[in-house]
């Protein structure tokens, strides 16, 4: 099968193609995302939101994005094996909180070697386009490392930035996401995330830019899209969980209902004796073995 590279994606913007991304976590959504044939597949440390509970991203530790990235690696290559006609995702993994941020640009290079070489991943994704940045992108870059960007919203930054909502509504601060994505350009980044930026900001960008931007609760007018797996599917139907899924998020599924009608009708089931029927019960004596032990 064909793969997708950092340089097809490139040549889908160029011919007005979109590109599509999308989130998993581990074995089975990993099988989700590729067998449907979406382009990307982003290991986000919005896991620590969506499967693990925090309120935040920053919890997310090196070691524990590495396990997530591994169980994707192996659901990939199982769609795959499965399913030949369809062009295998390109394998993106988020680097986290406090693992690129140092000045010595050694550690974050030595931190996405580990994505590449312990988790199979293509490529990295790290927040934020500042001239600091922009150095670490270029040193992984140099490394032989491919470097996603992500600008706009960056959520590992939420502490600084006072909590999610959306950037780059003043002029000045639109240039300065347009300086950030220009510099993770300059610094040999494939792609960059536009996340939460208004809709002509990111059209402005994506014109002023040769690589693809990827957009989340930033318009149409980026080189394609991406979303979270949990949100856009419906997983977290309970209703404390609806006002963590952002409005820009479109729902596709409605999974976290047909996930309790399972639940709900397996209890009902086994409690009224229902379950297991013959059917379900496949494992018999035979009939001399049965004698001698009945
Ligand atoms: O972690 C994540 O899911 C992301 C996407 C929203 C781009 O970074
Ligand atoms: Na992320």
Do not use: W
């Not at 580990?114 to 386009?129: H, P, S, T």
């Not at 600091?132 to 870059?141: C, D, P």
């Not at 300065?176 to 990111?202: H, I, K, M, T, W």
Request: glycine share 8%; proline share 4%.
């Amino acid at each position: 099968a064909t793969k997708i590279s950092a340089l097809s994606l490139t040549s889908k913007k160029r011919h007005g193609h979109k590109i599509t991304m999308v989130t998993a976590y581990d074995y089975p959504s990993a099988m989700h995302v590729a067998r449907a044939g979406i382009d990307i597949v982003l290991v986000g440390d919005s896991v620590a939101m969506v499967e693990l509970g925090h309120p935040t991203t920053q919890p997310m530790t090196l070691e524990a994005m590495l396990h997530h990235c591994q169980a994707v690696r192996r659901g990939v290559q199982q769609a795959n094996n499965n399913n030949h006609n369809n062009a295998e995702p390109l394998l993106v993994g988020d680097m986290p909180f406090a693992s690129y941020e140092y000045e010595d640009t050694d550690i974050a290079l030595r931190n996405a070697y580990r994505f590449i070489q312990e988790a199979g991943m293509d490529a990295v994704k790290l927040e934020g386009g500042s001239v600091a940045r922009a150095r670490t992108a270029r040193k992984l870059v140099e490394g032989g490392v491919a470097v996603m960007g992500h600008v706009g919203l960056t959520p590992q930054s939420i502490s600084v930035l006072g909590g999610f909502r959306a950037q780059g509504r003043t002029a000045i601060r639109a240039r300065a996401v347009l300086d950030d994505a220009l510099r993770l350009q300059d610094a040999g980044c494939f792609a960059v995330v536009l996340e939460c930026v208004p809709s002509n900001v990111a059209a402005a960008i994506t014109e002023s830019l040769e690589i693809p931007t990827i957009g989340i609760g930033a318009g149409n007018h980026t080189s394609g899209q991406v979303l979270v797996f949990h949100d856009m599917l419906g997983m977290t139907s309970h209703p404390h969980h609806e006002q963590f899924v952002p409005k820009f998020c479109k729902r596709y599924a409605q999974l976290g209902h047909i996930i309790q009608e399972g639940l709900q009708e397996f209890k009902r089931d086994v409690e009224s004796g229902a379950f297991p029927n013959e059917e379900y019960s496949p494992y018999q004596m035979k009939e001399n073995e049965r004698r001698d032990f009945e």
